[in-house]
Antibody, heavy 120, light 109 residues
Framework: EVQLVESGGGLVQPGGSLRLSCAAS????????MHWVRQAPGKGLVWVSR????????SYADSVKGRFTISRDNAKNTLYLQMHSLRAEDTAIYYC?????????????WGQGTLVTVSS | DIQMTQSPSSLSASVGDKVTITCQAS??????LNWYQQKPGKAPKLLIY???NLETGVPSRFSGRGSGTHFTFTINSLQPEDIATYYC???????????FGPGTKVNIK
């Protein structure tokens, strides 16, 4: 069974940093692209970042470019999101999701999310 | 960047009704369009990929069609467990970005 478990969320002050993790199991992690998607309280889904299977080609939404870094450790089956210069508008549940590229491009499995709250 | 619009933003229908949601892309996205269901307090779930393909294990009352800029998602015979918000999502290759529609909240009358 595919499992994705996020961790690392919490309360952080504006301007602070946080690193999220997503532990993957039940599939060959190194074969899949991975995403981070966030959802502010009561709002819709917003794509944040994607990394390909070997970790070389990340892409980012404009709203986080230069502040967030996606990475992965295929030996540890773990996806990361390093977040710096956090703002109130970064407050959201952060989900990791698996992408089946190149067969198709979608997000076929999701974690339960970890809440990040940016507030003083 | 490609913009996605979804309509309606919300709807109420009776059990057994046919429900249709529309997603429009601001430019041609071929069939790079997926549909997700999100129930309150839960993670999203993939229902339809590549515009019209039903994900394994998803009930056949869900379907999708379209290509280019206009896409539709249909629930044939709405069930109480279908209460959720539904999102379309597109993939653009150059540059590689992914955009969700604003969502459609489906309620039971």
């Amino acid at each position: 069974e595919v499992q994705l478990v996020e961790s690392g969320g919490g309360l952080v002050q504006p301007g602070g940093s946080l690193r999220l993790s997503c532990a993957a199991s039940g599939f060959t992690f190194s074969n899949y692209w991975m995403h981070w998607v966030r959802q502010a309280p009561g709002k819709g889904l917003v794509w944040v970042s994607r990394i390909n299977n070997d970790g070389i080609s990340p892409s980012y939404a404009d709203s986080v470019k230069g502040r967030f870094t996606i990475s992965r450790d295929n030996a540890k089956n773990t996806l990361y999101l390093q977040m710096h210069s956090l703002r109130a508008e970064d407050t959201a549940i952060y989900y990791c999701a698996r992408d089946r590229f190149p067969v198709v491009t979608d997000m076929d499995n999701w974690g339960q999310g970890t809440l990040v709250t940016v507030s003083s | 960047d490609i913009q996605m619009t979804q309509s309606p933003s919300s709807l109420s229908a009776s059990v057994g009704d046919k429900v249709t949601i529309t997603c429009q892309a601001s430019q041609d996205i071929r069939n790079y369009l997926n549909w997700y269901q999100q129930k309150p307090g839960k993670a999203p779930k993939l229902l339809i990929y590549a515009a019209s393909n039903l994900e394994t294990g998803v009930p056949s009352r869900f379907s999708g069609r379209g290509s280019g800029t206009h896409f539709t998602f249909t629930i044939n015979s709405l069930q109480p467990e279908d209460i959720a918000t539904y999102y379309c999502q597109q993939y653009d290759n150059l540059p590689p970005i992914f955009t969700f529609g604003p969502g459609t909240k489906v309620n039971i009358k």
